[in-house]
């Protein structure tokens, strides 16, 4: 089956700064639109960020400027640079494809940005 396994995760201070990486596999995924996601307690998933086979970049408002996607075709890994933390970042980040996710969900990385 198609795998989306997300790392990179953890607890860090305002202000500090992760990166995540997403391992993607599938053919599928090699040549698709991929994206971060992220859902808070309480709240419904958004996607943050996004990131074309041709490496054009699209970012929410809310992480715009902090926040940097890419991706290496090798080992089909795609990246969230994660800089200036606030605790509203505070969720769990998946990948998957986009605009149209895949019926499969990895297990998600945790972020959690508090003092």
């Known amino acids: 089956q198609v795998q989306l396994v997300e790392s990179g995760g953890g607890m860090v201070q305002p202000g500090g700064s992760l990166r995540l990486s997403c391992a993607a596999s599938g053919s599928i995924v090699s040549i698709s639109t991929m994206g971060w996601y992220r859902q808070a307690p309480g709240k419904q998933r958004e996607l943050v960020a996004a990131i074309t086979s041709g490496s054009s970049t699209n970012y929410a408002d809310s992480v715009k400027g902090r926040f940097t996607i890419s991706r290496t075709y090798a080992k089909n890994t795609v990246y969230l640079q994660m800089n200036s933390l606030k605790p509203e970042d505070t969720a769990v980040y998946y990948c998957?494809?986009?605009?149209?996710?895949?019926?499969?969900w990895g297990q998600g990385t945790q972020v959690t940005v508090s003092s």
């Open positions: 998957n494809t986009v605009p149209f996710p895949m019926n499969y």
